[in-house]
């Protein structure tokens, strides 16, 4: 197997496995760069993968080969709507964010297994007809190498992932909106005193983080594994999670471990079929993000500081 | 009304919420709930052997709450209970394989195995808090898919030959009785409730009525005060890490030891780590509270396993109150200021 033919097999695969992550971790840095943390993560790609695969076996006979590319829409209003119970509970009813998380994903897990068990009456959907196929992207496909190793047998959403990505890093630093998210999540008390809305600039970065963990989770869904089970969504959230801190939190950066996560997931599964990789256990590769995200955090990789006041509930009058 | 009697309502109100939000998904989805309760109360105490099987969820319940419930008072937030949990069991069966020894030395020897690693998978959090100031929510999420992993690849390339689970533990390191089985028809109930409700005791003398108790409670409730009165900040971070730890991997042991016997690949969580959270808040992170609230969430989970089959409902109903549950102790905020109001009316 030639090099050539190596990195045809896993830049697509790479892609494929980071652009849930992408997704996902974009919606991390949404909330906390407006200071709500979000455990929720995962219970919001649940949501979505659940939201998209329903939509997609009910509906695919209408819509046809637009059938994803809508449930996805679906997916991401669902994923939004479901995150209000976090911001309800956390800049609301000033619950503690981690819990208020936890619960997010215990009511996730258990509400979308309940309606599989409820619409189907079995604990699995079917696999979808009409999922994101492999495409080649017309004109790029034809650059020298490049082409053959980006652009042939790739998929539209991980080109999609990187571009929002952009839009977001675009939206977070270089526009009036992006600055106040920041500001309330880095002293809120200061964005109040110069007249900016708090609570409804927290409430619009927990709905983002929502709707794009939406996305995330009906891109997993129907990209990769083409059905919802409860072993559909294991711990992409809370990868995407880990992808968003190892990108301290900015959204270039959380692309970048996305994708570097991506790698090391699509490695571990493809990885025996790969001469020089046969001998590496896949266990390594599994925990690589996690490890990773550890030494970043501790300072051994440039150490990652989270916005000042990620996690602080915001009342008024109070010193 | 007093504080104390606020701190017993709220989450009993919190309790009553869940229970009617998961009524009106039952009435909404066209389930009886009325069969469905029934189903569940049956389930959970209807005849000895679910009596015993309730009894035996109770016990890693009460063990991953007081994990939990331990850290918190110390004003750290252990999320990473599951992965503990996980190393724990992992310890106690592979000890419990590994020698030949009499029951009164192999037993102790697998259960403080699992005490041991759970610490060691606690430390890691601990130390990075204290040394390095790092959030241990983020550290302990991570180490919970390390150690899903790590034990998933010892059980297939250290423990076995390939294989997706181990043999089961020897006599002389099980905590399976023929007695308690027999008393309960069979069920998987094990000494291993002893032990739980020991470690209530433990946690509530060590926390009230020992100066070091003191100590990590003044952490909890304000690290500057603690440190001015010259404690050490650092040192008791660790150690109430390593404490929450132990209790963890006790409750890894229980089902390592007790329950299975054996240790099976995993392709998620088990679930037993979360539901620690669950059981610490609902219990206010006291000893008492969390056994009771244990005794409840393991009433429900072993219900819940009687819906399906007797009423029709999937039994996840129970996964969506118990996380209601959750979302209600985290949101009391708005229960507290509700019976402020209550009292203030009362008062007039």
Redesign the interface.
């Known amino acids: 197997m030639s090099f050539m033919q190596i990195l045809m097999i896993i830049v697509p695969s790479t892609l494929l496995w980071a652009a849930p992550l992408v997704f996902t971790a974009l919606g991390g840095v949404f909330s906390e760069r407006s200071g709500v943390?979000n455990?929720g993560l995962e219970g919001l790609m649940w949501v979505g993968a659940f939201t998209s695969i329903v939509f997609n076996l009910t509906f695919v006979h209408v819509f046809g080969n637009a059938t994803p590319w809508i449930a996805l829409l679906v997916a991401m209003l669902a994923g939004a709507v479901f995150s209000l119970?976090h911001a309800?509970?956390a800049i609301?009813?000033?619950?503690?964010h981690?819990?208020?998380g936890?619960?997010?994903?215990?009511?996730a897990?258990?509400?979308t297994?309940?309606?599989v068990?409820?619409i189907y009456n079995k604990g699995e959907t079917d696999i979808i007809q009409k999922g994101f196929n492999k495409i080649d992207i017309p004109v790029l496909k034809d650059i020298p190498i490049i082409g053959k190793i980006f652009f042939q047998n790739t998929y539209w959403v991980s080109f999609l992932a990187i571009i929002v990505a952009i839009i977001a890093w675009y939206i977070i630093y270089k526009t009036p909106f992006g600055l106040r998210l920041r500001s309330v999540g880095e002293h809120p008390m200061a964005a109040d005193t110069m007249g900016i809305n708090v609570t409804k600039m927290r409430y619009i970065g927990v709905i983002l983080s929502g709707a794009l963990g939406g996305i995330g989770g009906g891109v997993y869904a129907e990209a990769i594994s083409s059905n919802f089970s409860?072993?559909t969504i294991?711990?992409q959230g809370?990868?995407a999670?880990?992808a968003m801190?190892f990108g301290k939190w900015h959204p270039l950066g959380a692309m970048g471990a996305a994708i570097f996560f991506g790698f090391a997931q699509s490695l571990s599964i493809i990885g025996s079929s790969l001469p020089f990789l046969k001998s590496i256990?896949s266990?390594y590769l599994?925990?690589a993000p996690?490890?990773l995200?550890?030494l970043a955090?501790?300072?051994f990789i440039g150490r990652a500081e989270?916005p000042k006041a990620d996690g602080v509930h915001y009342i008024k009058g109070s010193r | 009304m007093s504080k104390r009697l606020k701190n017993i309502l709220t989450p009993i109100i919190a309790l009553l919420l869940g229970i009617i939000v998961g009524t009106i998904i039952m009435i909404v989805t066209g389930y009886n709930p009325l069969d469905a309760y029934a189903a569940l109360w049956e389930g959970a105490l209807g005849n000895p052997y679910y009596l015993g099987e309730t009894i035996r969820q109770i016990t890693p319940y009460i063990l991953a709450g007081l994990a939990v419930a331990f850290a918190f008072r110390v004003g750290l937030f252990n999320i990473g209970v599951e992965g503990q949990f996980l190393v724990g069991w992992l310890a106690s069966v592979w000890v419990g394989l590994a020698f030949h020894l009499p029951k009164f030395i192999h037993l102790p020897l697998a259960i403080i195995s699992a005490m041991v690693a759970g610490a060691l998978w606690a430390f890691i959090p601990g130390l990075l808090k204290a040394r390095f100031r790092v959030h241990e929510v983020i550290v302990t999420i991570m180490m919970n898919y390390i150690a899903l992993y790590v034990c998933n690849y010892v059980i297939q390339n250290v423990l076995t030959n390939g294989k997706e689970r181990t043999g089961n533990v020897p006599d002389s390191a099980s905590l399976a009785s023929p007695w308690l089985q027999s008393l309960t028809q069979n069920s998987r109930l094990h000494w291993g409730i002893v032990i739980a409700i020991i470690c209530c005791f433990i946690m509530w003398f060590l926390l009230e009525k020992t100066t070091r108790g003191f100590e990590l409670r003044a952490v909890g409730f304000n690290q500057d005060a603690a440190h001015y009165a010259g404690m050490s900040v650092n040192k008791n971070i660790i150690l109430s890490m390593v404490i929450s730890g132990i209790f963890a991997g006790l409750a890894g042991a229980m089902e390592g030891l007790g329950t299975f016997g054996y240790i099976a690949m995993k392709s998620s969580f088990t679930g037993v780590g979360f539901n620690g959270i669950a059981v610490a808040l609902l219990g206010g992170n006291t000893a008492l509270g969390v056994f009771f609230a244990a005794c409840l969430f393991g009433a429900l989970e072993v219900g819940a396993l009687n819906m399906p089959l007797a009423a029709g409902v999937p039994n996840e109903l129970v996964d969506i109150i118990i996380a209601l549950i959750v979302f209600f102790v985290a949101a009391s905020y708005i229960i507290r200021v509700f019976l402020e109001r209550i009292s203030k009316k009362e008062a007039k």
């Open positions: 943390i455990i119970l309800v509970a609301t009813f000033r619950a503690d981690t819990v208020s936890v619960a997010i994903n215990l009511l897990t258990g509400l297994l309940f309606l068990k409820f409860h072993a294991s711990g809370f990868m999670l880990a801190i256990p266990v599994l925990i996690y490890v995200t550890i955090l501790t300072g989270a």
